[in-house]
């Protein structure tokens, strides 16, 4: 079954750090780009970091996030991560995880959420003191 499944999402005090998975089955997480977006209540959804397809480096971050989180892929477990840090009342969001097939245009486009074709359900990240 083809599936996607973000996970490690919770409560974290302002300052704190968290780490979101997303888990891939059925598939080469590799070959796929993977975006992570979030979206909080009464706001648009936003693209926050994009890790290349067939790539472990190649990365792109919003501005409201870079410095802070760090996306990364452990190509043997078929996962991709988000590592946050510092994190803020302005963090506070559900975040999910978004795969494309290709590398067509990503370096302009990675924040476009049409321009993927398979999403995670989402995990929620509430930053509380």
């Known amino acids: 079954q083809v599936q996607l499944v973000e996970s490690g999402g919770g409560l974290v005090q302002p300052g704190g750090s968290l780490r979101l998975s997303c888990t891939a089955s059925g598939f080469n997480l590799f070959l796929y780009a993977v975006t992570w977006f979030r979206q909080a209540p009464g706001r648009e959804r936003e693209a926050v970091a994009c890790i290349k397809q067939k790539d472990e480096a190649f990365t792109y971050y919003s501005d409201s996030v870079k410095g802070r989180f760090i996306i990364s892929r452990n190509r043997d477990k078929n996962m991709v991560f988000l590592q946050m840090d510092n994190v803020g009342y302005e963090d506070t969001a559900v975040y999910s995880c978004?795969?494309?097939?290709?590398?067509?245009?990503?370096?302009?486009?990675?924040?476009?959420?049409?321009?993927?074709?398979?999403w995670g359900q989402g995990t929620q990240v509430t930053v509380s003191a």
């Open positions: 978004a795969i494309k097939g290709d590398d067509m245009a990503l370096s302009t486009r990675w924040k476009a959420a049409w321009m993927y074709e398979r």
